[in-house]
């Protein structure tokens, strides 16, 4: 047992660090962060949290109007109007798509050669109001997964149009007089 060392459990005294970064032992200072508040920032949340109702009814066909009508001067509500809108424009498009393909079933009585050409522009009509259809459900559960987080995030392939003006996001600053 008297070979073995004794360790010292005592505490040791802190070693005086140099504040030359070139001295051994040197240890740079760690910097304290504080998260900043960005009113900008909060702004755009408040926005999204009171309006986030009329943002997801937005997107049901033809009640884009409702985000309008209820907050004309949120930037969140506004966006998600135009994204509704655009929305609603792809189901008027969808059902003028459904007219084309089954409105002309006169024309087979009256010509009854046109009748190939009707079963063939059916079975077109078909599948692309199908296959429209199911993307109308996706964009319009998308749009309101996206305005219930509050994202102001496009809606894939058509989200990048705009059809209603956009406003600045509020600021805090008072607008100017007239």
């Known amino acids: ?11 040791q005294e802190p070693t005086p660090q140099s504040k030359d970064p070139r001295a051994p032992g040197f ?23 009171t309006n986030r109702a009329s943002a997801m009814l937005a ?5 884009f109007i409702v985000p309008l009508i209820f907050a004309p001067r949120s930037a969140f509500a506004r966006f998600h109007a135009n994204q509704g809108l655009l929305v609603f424009c792809y189901f008027i498009f969808m059902a003028l798509v459904w007219l084309v393909c089954w409105a002309p079933w006169w024309l087979v009585d009256w010509f009854p050669a ?12 078909c599948f692309a109001i ?10 319009v559960v998308i749009g309101v997964i996206f305005a219930s ?8 392939v058509i989200g990048t149009l705009s059809l209603i003006k956009p406003i600045d996001p509020p ?3 008072d607008p100017p007089a007239a």
Not at 59 to 63: E, K, S
């Open 1 to 11: 047992m008297a070979d073995q060392e004794e360790y010292d459990l005592s505490p």
């Open 27 to 49: 240890v740079p200072p760690k910097p304290i962060v504080e998260k900043a508040v960005d009113p900008e920032l909060e702004a755009k949340r408040e926005d999204a949290e």
């Open 59 to 63: 997107y049901l066909p033809g009640l």
């Open 114 to 125: 046109v009748a190939t050409l009707m079963y063939i522009l059916e079975i077109a009509g």
């Open 130 to 139: 199908t296959f429209s259809g199911i993307g109308l459900i996706a964009l």
């Open 149 to 156: 987080n509050g994202e102001v995030r496009p809606l894939p």
């Open 171 to 173: 600021t805090g600053a």
